[in-house]
């Protein structure tokens, strides 16, 4: 192995000195020792000359509380142009100096889930990572800002906005929003104040078929976190049918031996009801009552029928007939023994 190491350095030499008796070896080697005299020279001379360089560091936040959360982090990145000598320029980026720049979280006032650092502060935490001689040019941010969170979330109820309205022919059966309520993180101060989290206004008019819609929620305030920041909203539409329901007329608080006769006893009420919902509805649904004290002083010997209870998913309600005729009869007592 020796041996062939030895070898190897006698063929380098031979090969040097074969160089060497080449017509203008010499001149070429004294040409390339001036020219490496000479960018050393050039180099120094541009090491002790100021330039301005810039630096592009990432920013980390450190040592948030464990019951904090980040909403909205701070800037990836900021641009920094430095003013100083070229080797100290050089330096920096050599030993890799603004490679990232880090915040202490817990050295920055907080108010309302915001923390700051404005140009006076920024410019001192930027110059404790330089010499005395390095000069601050410029920054592209003249205030590093995030916010944050309580890491307990509540959950509130999601709350629709807007206007939304079928065809005259139609009718909405019900409006959901799924999920109906979301897990809300906000600055703690702030949190006792949530009661319901708003979609985006949303504008349906002359609807005739049903609407489902992602729609992304929008935090409140910069302080804030929606999880999950999407729902979906569903508007259920059908048709409009007609249908109608014969209900007794019931007399309502008589005194004791006062009976109601009703001409005729029952009245048909017509609504208008969703195709979906037609077969759910029947009687037992409705109220419709003749009170004592409506015709107890009544001359008339008519009374005007009203629905006291109704079903909600109907609408268009008619009686027929409206009026009715009534008779009191007075039952006989029974005798005490």
């Not at 060497?20 to 001149?27: P, V």
């Not at 990432?58 to 019951?67: G, Y």
């Not at 897990?183 to 005739?208: C, E, F, G, R």
Request: charged share 20%; glycine share 2%; net charge positive.
């Amino acid at each position: 192995m020796v041996g062939k190491e030895s070898r190897q350095i006698q063929s380098v030499k031979h090969l040097f000195r074969n160089f060497l008796r080449i017509n203008n070896s010499r001149e070429f080697l004294l040409f390339l020792f001036f020219l490496f005299i000479s960018f050393g020279v050039w180099y120094l001379t541009t090491l002790t000359n100021e330039y301005e360089m810039k630096y592009t560091p990432t920013l980390k936040l450190k040592n948030l509380p464990k019951e904090l959360r980040v909403a909205t982090p701070l800037p990836e990145k900021i641009d920094i142009v430095l003013k100083d000598k070229g080797d100290k320029l050089i330096e920096y980026k050599a030993r890799g100096t603004f490679k990232e720049l880090t915040i202490d979280y817990r050295l920055y006032p907080n108010t309302m889930g915001r923390t700051a650092i404005y140009g006076a502060e920024l410019n001192k935490l930027i110059a404790a990572h330089l010499a005395s001689s390095t000069q601050i040019v410029s920054l592209s941010h003249d205030t590093l800002s995030c916010h944050v969170a309580s890491a307990q979330g509540k959950r509130i109820p999601v709350k629709v906005t807007g206007h939304i309205e079928a065809n005259n022919q139609y009718q909405i059966d019900r409006i959901r929003v799924i999920p109906d309520s979301i897990t809300v993180y906000t600055a703690p101060a702030l949190m006792d104040s949530l009661k319901a989290v708003n979609l985006p206004q949303v504008h349906y008019t002359n609807l005739t078929d049903s609407v489902s819609q992602e729609l992304t929620l929008v935090p409140s305030s910069p302080s804030t976190i929606y999880e999950p920041h999407e729902v979906e909203l569903r508007v259920a539409v059908s048709p409009y049918v007609t249908k109608s329901i014969d209900i007794p007329i019931n007399a309502h608080l008589f005194p004791y031996g006062v009976s109601l006769k009703t001409f005729p006893s029952k009245a048909r009420v017509t609504f208008r009801i969703s195709l979906e919902d037609y077969n759910k509805v029947t009687e037992k649904d409705f109220e419709l009552r003749v009170h004592y004290a409506q015709i107890k002083d009544n001359p008339t010997g008519k009374i005007t029928l009203k629905l006291e209870a109704s079903p909600s998913n109907i609408s268009n309600i008619k009686i027929e007939p409206n009026e009715v005729d009534y008779l009191l009869e007075m039952n006989a007592l029974p005798l005490l023994p």
